[in-house]
């Protein structure tokens, strides 16, 4: 009960200063579809790691966990293109396949993931697919599906917190 409470404190005050969140993030991002995810994240992220005890200031705990965030999805890209700019190869590089046991329990994790994203309503599953499968950006999604780009990130945002309880509470 308490984490329910607590998610429905997390999603007004996301909700609240979503617009303002999203500006900040297009600021640090200069990309609307990364400010876009990076909002999501940032929500989950309160979501998974809410404090004990309310902050002083809700408002700026929200802006420092997006801008973590933020500062995650920029150390990534900056790595990903020091990888494809052809930064050095390893002397000694792990397997690139995995052991037996490792990939028996990935697809034992995939099938368990399939089953709970099919258990989606279907609209939720549609833009949820579109967006973490194919890699369509929400202002895409929102294009190819006649809908709004904040009913684009509602939809995604329901399918993740959806995932994240089946999944906890099935052990996976």
């Known amino acids: ?20 969140l999203r500006r900040f993030l297009l600021r640090l991002l200069r990309c609307e579809d990364a400010a876009a995810d990076v909002a999501q994240d940032a929500y989950l992220r309160l979501i998974r790691y809410a ?6 200031n809700p408002r700026a705990y929200l802006f420092q966990v997006a801008a973590n965030a933020a500062r995650d999805r920029l150390a990534l890209e900056q790595r990903r293109r020091g990888t494809v700019e052809g930064g050095p190869v390893p002397e000694s590089a792990a397997c690139a396949r995995p052991d037996a046991e490792a990939e028996a329990m990935a697809r034992c994790r995939l099938r368990a993931l399939a089953a709970v994203v099919d ?4 609209r939720c599953r549609e833009v949820f697919l579109m967006s973490r499968l194919d890699g369509l950006g929400n202002a895409e999604i929102a294009v190819r599906l006649g809908i709004s780009r904040n009913m684009v990130e509602k939809h995604i945002i329901k399918a993740l917190m959806h995932c994240r309880r089946r999944l906890d509470a099935d052990g996976e």
């Open 51 to 56: 404090p004990r005890q309310a902050p002083a």
């Open 1 to 20: 009960m308490r984490m329910l409470a607590q998610q429905l404190v997390v999603e007004e005050l996301y909700l609240r200063h979503h617009d303002a």
């Open 119 to 122: 258990a989606l309503p279907a």
